[in-house]
């Protein structure tokens, strides 16, 4: 088994040789982001109108946006997040592949066709049929806006990752500079090409995406004559672990709080995929309900497939380039699969440069495209729902809501590039678990009790958003994810972190939920049973849905 294991000399090698074909791998990565900005100008020229800008014109196929929802979900955290938590952590690493698969179920069977049948545009079209609308619609801009940027820190934490191993910059300079770059692209990419410009790049990248990981464990099994228990125990060795490697515990299980934490992961990543409002707002795009439903069934096949390739990507990584050198590169292990490409190839040679090259640009791509369906969501929330419908109370023109779309979208991505500096060193699986638990915490709860409640109220709808939201933010805030941790916390040098676990899901989902039931029980507020009559009619049967 030792012939597997790369040397430091080859170690070395690698080093001097991605220095040597450092402008053939800048050449790739440039091609790729000017074919995935081609796509987006030429979609662009088609958007003349609100609902192209938002729904894509409601035109594409179930396979299509099935495709594109792959896409959307397939963002830097499953590729660079979960290879790098499996190398680092074995069997309680793929408990990330695991969850958010499983997510979808939730999202096929409580969610995809009812919002189909109900909505427009925005999630906030769903909460604010049957309840006030301004104060509920504002809310759900919030709620949008503050998930979405969540989502944002994991891929710029990951683009910046990727860049710099590509370009060799080591400097926090340098890797802020990219963390613009990119910021700087995708404001681009959305007020150029608006929905579907962001659902072909988003097509164009789940094809790319899974070819590659498919091409990286065929070479992965290669290595071991496609015996699997010769990787796995060549990792078990390999990571420092032995046998504990492939067993669960090693991250979630030393302590108390770790199995506490490890039930919190588990909730936020079941119940987050149907409160996420980038996914929400790709049932819009086709053009039936039952097109939802089987676009979601695509979705599931195509993004099983790919999880199921990250137990050979993550082990492979821990076998083949260990632990020690996979921590030097990047202390989360983001960089493990971009490590991975590169030993395939062949280390110092042309093969290794290219490989790296391709996977890098793959995953620059995906980053790219999920960061478009993001800023997408927030600043179409933003301009439909908050300055549409709240600030000009209904009056505004398609020209001017578009406008201030755009805008939105110039604002967001500043803020995501403010806070995805600080971001950097942090696991993007772990970054995307948080906004997958933010989600679960406000959007979910009154998404399900506006379409399955009818006692539901706005002061139940306006508790479950803001206190959800408010409970899952503070308590991210305090927890050792931002300070406490010297390696992988956002604030290094600081620790107020109070609340011991990494993520407040299993805290702050109930209680989104309980706040939503305790809000409508106590308002005075007679609920509308004819709206909601007509909702459920709507939601069911997809009569009357736009």
Known sequence: ???????????????????????????????????????????????????????????????????????????????????????????????????????????????????????????????????????VRTAAGVSTIVVSIFYLLAQMAGAGVLVALLLGITSDAGKILIVSLVGVLMIVYVTIGGMKGTTWVQMVKAVLLIAGALLMTFLVLLKFDFNISDLL??????????????????????????????????????????????????????PTAKAARKSVNWAIGIIGAFYLMTIALGFGAAALIGPDEIKAKNPAGNAAAPQLAEYLGGVGSTGGAVLLAVISAVAFATILAVVAGLTLASSSSFAHDIYANVIRKGKATEKEEMRAARWATVLIGAVAILLGAFARDMNVAGLVALAFAVAASANLPTILYSLFWKRFTTRGA?????????????????????????????????????????????????????????????????PDQGKYAELEVKSLTGVGAH
């Open 462 to 526: 306006l508790w479950s958003i803001y206190g959800g939201l408010a409970s899952s933010v503070i308590l991210v805030l305090f927890s050792p994810v931002v300070s406490g941790n010297p390696k992988t916390s956002m604030f290094k040098g600081a620790d107020f972190a109070w609340f011991p676990l990494e993520n407040p899901g299993l805290i702050s989902i109930p209680l989104g939920f309980l706040l939503g039931w305790l809000g409508s029980l106590l308002s005075k507020e007679e």
């Open 233 to 286: 125990g060549t990792a078990a060795a390999k990571s420092g672990h032995g046998a504990a490697f492939l067993e669960p515990g090693l991250k979630y299980g030393a302590t108390g709080t770790s199995k506490l934490d490890f039930l919190s992961l588990g909730i936020a990543l079941v119940l987050g995929t149907a409160g996420l409002p980038h996914i929400l707002i790709r049932f819009y795009t086709v």
């Open 1 to 135: 088994m030792s012939a597997v294991y790369p040397s430091h000399h080859a170690l070395q090698l690698a080093a001097s040789s991605t220095t040597e074909h450092r402008p053939l791998i800048i050449t790739l990565f440039a091609v790729f982001v000017a074919a995935t900005l081609a796509i987006t100008v030429w979609a662009g020229r088609q958007t003349r109108s609100a609902s192209d800008f938002y729904a894509g014109g409601r035109q594409f196929t179930a396979f299509q946006n099935g495709l594109a929802v792959s896409g959307d979900y397939m963002s830097a955290a499953s590729f660079l997040g979960i290879a790098g938590a499996i190398a680092l952590f074995g069997y309680d690493g793929f408990l990330y592949s695991i969850g958010f698969l499983v997510a979808w179920l939730v999202a096929l069977l409580l969610v995809a066709e009812p919002l189909r049948n109900s909505g427009r545009y925005t999630m906030g079209d769903v909460l604010a049929y049957r309840m006030r609308q301004r104060p």
